[in-house]
């Protein structure tokens, strides 16, 4: 195995893993069974092709089988429950902190789509070929991520707000 080849990948790597996950230590634990992973089927990794798409794709499957199987063992608080009793970020770290809350608010598919083409600068092609759906679905979730994502930067949520004009759906159980 070329170690010099995947080391070159890991600040992609981290930094798709920690906006994927919400958090650093989630993150970090996925990045090292991707890396785990990476070596036990380094045999499938064909020399020439793009090993960074090959390896995100495998940190994608990763998150994903892990989202399936992990069952919460607690029950969390949401932070917007009690964001009214936090004190107040001082600085220009309201806004990273924001993006950050709307980004894990995002539904899965639409989030990694935003990430991989947003934050990790990879063409449609790629994140397309990393996340195994055709091209025109990247192009989908990619405009209704940014889309949602911008409602939620502004404070509006879709889901209290209704739009004028278009019918409401409800839930029949």
């Given at each position: 195995?070329?170690?010099?080849?995947?080391?070159?990948?890991?600040?992609?790597?981290?930094?798709?893993?920690r906006?994927l996950?919400g958090?650093?230590?989630?993150?970090?634990?996925?990045?090292?069974?991707?890396?785990?992973?990476?070596?036990?089927?380094?045999?499938?990794?064909?020399?020439?092709?793009?090993?960074?798409?090959?390896?995100?794709?495998?940190?994608?499957?990763?998150?994903?089988?892990?989202?399936?199987?992990?069952?919460?063992?607690?029950?969390?608080?949401?932070?917007?429950?009690?964001?009214?009793?936090?004190?107040?970020?001082?600085?220009?770290?309201?806004?990273?902190?924001?993006?950050?809350?709307?980004?894990?608010?995002?539904?899965?598919?639409?989030?990694?789509?935003?990430?991989?083409?947003?934050?990790?600068?990879?063409?449609?092609?790629?994140?397309?070929?990393?996340?195994?759906?055709?091209?025109?679905?990247?192009?989908?979730?990619?405009?209704?991520?940014?889309?949602?994502?911008?409602?939620?930067?502004?404070?509006?949520?879709?889901?209290?707000?209704?739009?004028?004009g278009?019918?409401?759906?409800?839930?029949?159980?």
């Amino acid at each position: 195995m070329e170690h010099s080849l995947v080391i070159e990948q890991l600040p992609g790597l981290r930094r798709y893993a920690r906006a994927l996950t919400g958090d650093a230590w989630a993150a970090d634990d996925l990045v090292q069974d991707t890396l785990e992973r990476a070596c036990a089927k380094w045999q499938l990794w064909l020399a020439g092709t793009d090993l960074r798409a090959w390896l995100f794709t495998l940190m994608h499957n990763l998150y994903l089988n892990q989202k399936r199987t992990v069952q919460p063992t607690s029950k969390a608080t949401p932070i917007d429950d009690i964001q009214s009793e936090l004190p107040a970020p001082q600085g220009d770290t309201d806004v990273a902190l924001d993006l950050a809350r709307c980004l894990q608010r995002l539904p899965d598919d639409q989030r990694a789509v935003l990430l991989l083409v947003a934050l990790e600068d990879m063409s449609y092609g790629e994140a397309a070929k990393v996340l195994g759906i055709p091209l025109g679905t990247v192009m989908s979730r990619l405009s209704r991520a940014r889309s949602r994502l911008r409602e939620l930067m502004e404070g509006a949520d879709a889901v209290s707000r209704p739009v004028p004009g278009q019918p409401q759906l409800r839930r029949m159980k």
